[in-house]
């Protein structure tokens, strides 16, 4: 039991270090695709919804990324989703340089709110867009910011969480705020 436990905390580790790529999820459960940092091959870690979890190896012969993705999408639904259900595929993206210099310069211009209106922009999240915009709209009628300080550190951990979902380059992100 104690050799197993080791084994298990051994392989965590391990996988910790590792590149991670995205995620499926279908009815069925969800996989993460990683390479492993020390030999430079893909696996699928899939977690069945019914309880059950596992580690792929993908075929040796796939080298690139783009067949990786294939390969596992293919592989959810074969096994663990069942023919024919739709995957939604889920890969972290970089936040391009454009859009970080233009988020930059409103932070440097002290408008700490529409910035991170166009950093839930680049996310593509409604919600966030429109409770960043009525934020503004409030600030804008009182004059100032600090009465909305409360509801915008709420706002900035849903919106810092789902930016962190989104994009691979998340240290860059956070230093132009």
């Known amino acids: 039991m104690i050799k197993l436990k080791k ?3 051994e392989v965590a580790a391990q996988h910790m270090k590792d590149t991670y790529f995205g995620t499926m999820k279908s009815k069925g459960g969800q996989g993460s695709l990683y390479m492993n940092h020390k030999n430079g091959k893909y696996y699928l870690s899939v977690k069945s919804k019914k309880g059950g979890g596992h580690i792929i190896d993908l075929p040796y012969n796939i080298k690139d990324r783009k ?3 294939k390969w596992a999408v293919d592989y959810m639904k074969r096994r663990v989703s069942g023919m024919g259900e739709s995957i939604e595929l889920t890969e972290k993206v970089k936040l391009g340089g454009a859009a970080l210099d233009s988020i930059r310069m409103l932070t440097d211009r002290n408008n700490h709110t529409r910035a991170r ?3 839930a922009r ?3 999240d409604k919600r966030l867009i429109q409770a960043y915009e ?3 709209y409030i600030e804008n009628l009182l004059k100032g910011a600090n009465e909305t300080v409360e509801a915008r550190s709420k706002l900035d951990k849903i919106l810092f969480r789902a930016a962190a979902k989104k994009f691979a380059n ?4 956070n230093s132009v705020f």
């Open 7 to 9: 084994l298990i905390s």
């Open 170 to 173: 998340m240290d860059v992100v």
């Open 67 to 69: 067949k990786a993705g």
């Open 134 to 136: 009525g934020m503004m």
């Open 122 to 124: 680049h996310i593509g």
């Open 117 to 119: 209106a166009e950093l």
